[in-house]
């Protein structure tokens, strides 16, 4: 099952190293990996998608845990959370197929960010459900490239 | 002050009265200052050499050791012994030189990453980028590597911060030291001590299995006491070797792949097995699949990360093993567990550890120097037959007695380890058991041993052979023995005189005693060649994929 880790850690040079080398060490299937900063300038917060059974997860909690820099691990898989994506998708478009591709950005709330006389560039956000039905949709006008982050997650509710 | 000075200052409120080192381009600023340092240089013949004695001096201070190397291949040479130190859990510091950090990244010379590559065998690392740091890094890297489960932390000061200059530290008022990430939890959760105990209470063959955690901890008097108010007999595994009176009636030796057959035995019939300070390694467990089927598990370790990583646990008991066996204490009752106690008595009776009495072997050279220093000697060995045969028939008695390369089974690790017990004990006896193969990989310490006096009392068997390897040969490969015989070895004899080192030589039974008293009688460095026979093999042993009960023994 894919779990979901927010760890926050000290904000050092190497600690992606270190939380990297942990992963492919042990053997341990990284999903996505996204570190940024948080409100207090001293930590960053690790968004850390893994995929693994009850055991898994528990192990790559405790040896996550035993990094000095880290500080705290919360699972939220099971919390009531919020989880979004961003994502850049080029899109082959001429004329006729543009007004169809501009409806398609409508219902998921997606923005056209640049065009070109054969493609269009648009980003969405969102869960990675919202996410892939959007590729879906776009795939039979040709999707040329996209890149995209991994998910930042935060738990819903008062704190 | 620059900052070796006030690296030296903050190592000296550290405590540290000596560092294992190698000079080299980058470290020149830390020599230079050692000259007007109270902490003294022992100046070994290579890096791993520095690495290994302190973790030996580590091992026999009870406080971390240090060893010194310069930027690159003196950095890459401490790599074996701090993934040694790291897979043994020992408290070491190792500090390295790094090229100036205006040219770090540009492949200069003798720069490696040397935090890059220790960072899978440190419990942390630094790379020191301002003098200012130096006192706090330091101060973190001693409570690191001594608190919660030890290890090796890593220390790489580019030469131009070793250079700078900074204010001096103050002696008195240390840096507290406050890791938000770093707060091992050393107390027991109360409710599953509770736990713990009503299973001690309930089962009819427990069994204590012993790790490396409990002289760590220093809890040998509380486990003794423990096993010895429940009658709960007591396995250990390499690490654990000598943390419960090996000559006890509850003793039941080591273990596990090589270990004796009453306590695979009673492990694979218990029906309650305490580990305690153990990681229910590969090497102690066999068949993962087949360990202790009949038994519930409590597991007791400072490293959570080890509960339920290899061995499925019914009571998980994260906290330092002294702690927690206190707490055990206060809660377990005397018991008697008669039928057991006749059961354990009656398979040492009738499946004792042997060996082949009609001819000269290391177990009876090992067993005799058992019988003559038991209870006074610290035992250091290599990799390979003759340690495991030390860890069936010395007989240690003492904790933390016992000095070996466990986890990582480096060949090499004896000697040097040795010094670094000499070192830190100076007064007592030191003894290494040593083969042909690993002393051959560090035997360049002999000079730092001669340099510094130390009075050695080395044993070496030499069967002209991998002995260890060419088991694995004989057992796995049909017999087909390659890349095993040490068909050149230098005249052992001819060695010692070059090194000043009084040579004994044994090859007769009825030599062994003699001529161990009059080494042991020496007051300086000896060596012992013992002849052996290549063909000898350990027993008992589990062969891979093999229950613990499944053990093969001698005949
Ligand atoms: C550095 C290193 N290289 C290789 C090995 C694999 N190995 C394990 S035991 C052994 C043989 C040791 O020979 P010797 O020291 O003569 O001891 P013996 O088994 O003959 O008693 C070898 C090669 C090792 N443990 N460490
Ligand atoms: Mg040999």
Same mark, same amino acid.
């Given at each position: 099952m894919r779990h979901t880790l927010s760890v926050i850690v000290e904000n050092k040079p190497g600690i992606l190293t270190r939380v990297a080398g942990l992963f492919a060490r042990r053997g341990y299937n990284i999903e996505s990996l996204v570190v940024g900063e948080t409100e207090n300038p001293q930590v960053s917060r690790m968004t850390i998608v893994v995929d693994g059974d009850e055991k898994i997860i528990e192990q790559v909690t405790k040896?996550?845990?035993? !990094?000095?820099?880290? $500080?705290?691990? *919360?699972? $939220?898989?099971q919390e009531e959370s919020v989880h979004r994506e961003l994502i850049l998708v080029r899109v082959a478009a001429d004329a006729s197929t543009r007004g169809e591709i501009m409806q398609i950005c409508e219902i998921f709330r997606a923005s056209i960010v640049d065009l070109s006389r054969n493609s269009v560039m648009i980003q969405a956000t969102g869960d990675q459900k919202k996410i892939e039905a959007m590729l879906t949709t776009l795939r039979p006008f040709g999707i040329r490239e996209f890149a995209r982050t991994g998910r930042i997650s935060m738990v819903r509710g008062s704190k | 002050m620059n900052g070796a000075q006030a690296l030296l200052k903050c190592l000296e409120a550290n405590g540290v009265e000596?560092? +294992?080192?190698?000079?080299?381009? *980058? &470290? !020149?600023?830390?020599?230079? @200052?050692?000259?007007d340092s109270p902490i003294r240089h022992i100046l070994v013949r290579c890096e791993q050499g520095a690495a290994h004695a302190a973790n030996g001096y580590a091992r026999a201070a009870g406080k971390p050791g240090v060893c010194l190397a310069t930027s690159g291949p003196g950095a890459t040479n401490l790599v074996t012994g701090i993934a040694n130190a790291y897979m043994d859990s020992i408290p070491m510091i190792a500090i390295t030189g790094q090229v100036p950090t205006s040219m770090v990244g540009t492949d200069a010379f003798q720069e490696v990453d040397i935090t890059g590559i220790t960072l899978p065998i440190t419990k942390h690392n630094y790379l020191v980028k301002d003098p200012a740091e130096i006192p706090r890094v330091v101060q973190e890297a001693f409570h690191i590597a001594s608190t919660g489960r030890p290890g090796p932390v890593l220390i790489d000061i580019p030469k131009d911060v070793l250079q700078a200059q900074?204010?001096?530290p103050d002696a008195d008022e240390k840096p507290v030291v406050d890791i938000k990430g770093y707060r091992p939890n050393v107390k027991g959760h109360p409710s599953q001590i509770k736990n713990a105990v009503k299973l001690i209470e309930a089962a009819k063959r427990p069994v204590l299995m012993i790790g490396g955690g409990i002289i760590h901890a220093q809890a040998? @008097?509380? !486990?003794?006491?423990?096993?010895?108010?429940?009658? $709960?007999?007591?396995?250990t595994t390499l690490m654990g070797i000598g943390a419960f009176a090996e000559t006890h009636r509850l003793s039941l030796g080591l273990m596990g792949m090589h270990g004796t057959p009453y306590a695979n035995l009673a492990i694979s019939k218990a029906d309650l097995l305490i580990g305690i300070g153990v990681? +229910?390694?590969?090497?102690?467990?066999?068949? &993962?699949a087949k360990f202790a089927r009949d038994a519930k598990i409590v597991h007791v370790d400072i490293d959570p990360a080890e509960i339920g990583k290899n061995a499925d646990i019914d009571v998980p008991i994260v906290g330092d093993a002294r702690i927690v066996l206190k707490e055990f204490l206060k809660l377990t009752p005397p018991m008697e567990q008669t039928e057991w106690m006749d059961q354990i008595a009656a398979w040492k009776q009738n499946r004792p550890l042997k060996y082949r009495a009609d001819? !000269?072997?290391?177990?009876?050279?090992?067993?005799? &120097?058992?019988?003559?220093?038991?209870?006074? @000697?610290w035992v250091a060995t290599d990799v390979g037959q003759h340690q495991i045969w030390t860890a069936l028939f010395y007989k240690f008695n003492r904790p933390g007695s016992f000095i070996t390369s466990a986890g990582l089974g480096t060949m090499g690790y004896g000697l040097p380890a040795a010094n670094g017990v000499q070192m830190a004990r100076p007064d007592d006896m030191v003894i290494l058991f040593t083969g042909d193969g690993s002393f051959q990989m560090q035997m360049q310490e002999l000079g730092t041993a001669r340099q510094e006096n130390l009075p050695l009392k080395i044993i070496l068997f030499n069967n002209h052979a991998l002995g260890m390897v060419r088991q694995l040969q004989h057992f796995y490969c049909g017999k087909r023995y390659s890349g095993v015989k040490m068909t050149f070895n230098p005249q052992f004899s001819s060695l010692a005189e070059a090194y000043g080192v009084q040579y004994y030589h044994i090859s007769r039974q009825d030599a062994v005693e003699s001529t161990l008293k009059e080494a042991f009688d020496h007051s300086g460095m000896v060596m012992v060649e013992v002849a052996v026979d290549e063909q000898e093999m350990v027993y008992p042993t589990v062969l891979g994929g093999k229950g613990l009960d499944e053990l093969i023994v001698c005949d």
């Open positions: 040896q996550l845990h035993k !990094l000095i820099e880290v $500080i705290k691990i *919360s699972d $939220i898989t | 000596m560092i +294992f080192g190698y000079p080299g381009g *980058s &470290v !020149l600023p830390i020599y230079d @200052a050692l000259l900074c204010l001096c040998s @008097a509380e !486990l003794f006491e423990l096993a010895t108010r429940a009658n $709960i007999p007591v396995a990681r +229910f390694g590969d090497r102690a467990t066999g068949d &993962v001819q !000269l072997t290391a177990q009876q050279v090992i067993e005799t &120097v058992g019988n003559l220093t038991r209870d006074k @000697a």
